[in-house]
C-alpha cells in the first residue's frame, strides 16, 4: 500500500473515530445533563410537596402537603367585591368521588381552592387590539374543606380551613365557612361540580 494512501486511510479512520467520540460525548453530555435536570426536578417536587402551616382556628386544618400537584375540579371567575379567578383542585379520594357520582363524598376527601386577583393582561391585549384578556394577577387566599364525618361530625363532616400568605386566617372567618355552605347542603355542602 502507497505511504499516502495508507496515511489518507489513517486519517479517515482516526476522523471517523473522533466523530464517533465526539458523538458519544455529546450523548454523555446530554444523559448526564437530564439526569441533573431529573434531579433538580425530583428535589423540588419533593420540596413543594413538604408544606407545613399552622392549624386553622376551629377546625385545625392545615395546608396539606402536595396539594398543588392534585387534579382540577373546576375554575371560576367570581366579580364583584371578590373580582378573582378561582381554581378548585382536589386529591384522589375526591376526584374518584367527583368522577363517581359519589354523594356523601367519602371522609379523606380534601378539596382546595386557590384564588388570585382577576387583572387585565396588557401584553395579550396588546395582540388582540383591544382588553379583552384577563389573566391571574397577586394570590388572595387558599381555602380547603376536609372530610371526616366523625371529627366534624357538627358541620355536616367538613373541616375548614382558609389561609393568606400560608397563615391561617382569624377565628371569625372560620366561624363563617359552615353557615356559608349552608345553601349546598344538598350536594354535600360543596358549591363546586366536577368539569370533566
Not at 450523548?27 to 428535589?43: D, M, N, P, R, Y
Not at 371522609?107 to 384577563?134: C, H, M
Request: proline share 6%.
Amino acid at each position: 500500500m502507497a505511504p499516502i494512501v495508507r496515511t489518507q486511510k489513517i486519517n479517515m479512520t482516526l476522523h471517523a473515530s473522533v466523530r464517533v467520540l465526539g458523538a458519544l460525548g455529546v450523548c454523555t453530555a446530554l444523559a448526564i445533563g437530564t439526569l441533573h435536570v431529573a434531579k433538580s426536578t425530583a428535589q423540588s417536587t419533593k420540596e413543594d410537596d413538604q408544606v407545613e402551616s399552622e392549624a386553622a382556628p376551629i377546625y385545625g386544618v392545615r395546608i396539606p402537603a402536595g396539594y398543588r400537584h392534585w387534579e382540577l375540579v373546576n375554575v371560576a371567575h367570581e366579580a364583584g367585591n371578590l373580582n378573582d379567578f378561582r381554581v378548585v383542585l382536589g386529591n384522589a379520594v375526591a376526584m374518584k368521588a367527583f368522577r363517581d357520582g359519589t354523594l356523601p363524598f367519602p371522609d379523606g376527601t380534601i378539596i382546595a381552592r386557590l384564588a388570585w386577583k382577576y387583572v387585565p393582561s396588557p401584553e395579550n391585549n396588546a395582540v388582540f387590539g383591544q382588553a379583552q384578556s384577563f389573566v391571574t394577577g397577586a394570590p388572595t387566599n387558599l381555602e380547603f374543606m376536609v372530610k371526616d364525618s366523625k371529627k366534624y361530625a357538627a358541620t355536616g363532616g367538613w373541616g375548614f380551613g382558609q389561609f393568606t400568605n400560608g397563615k391561617p386566617d382569624n377565628e371569625a372567618i372560620h366561624k363563617a365557612c359552615f353557615p356559608c355552605h349552608g345553601p349546598a347542603q344538598g350536594h354535600d355542602f360543596l358549591f363546586t361540580r366536577y368539569a370533566p
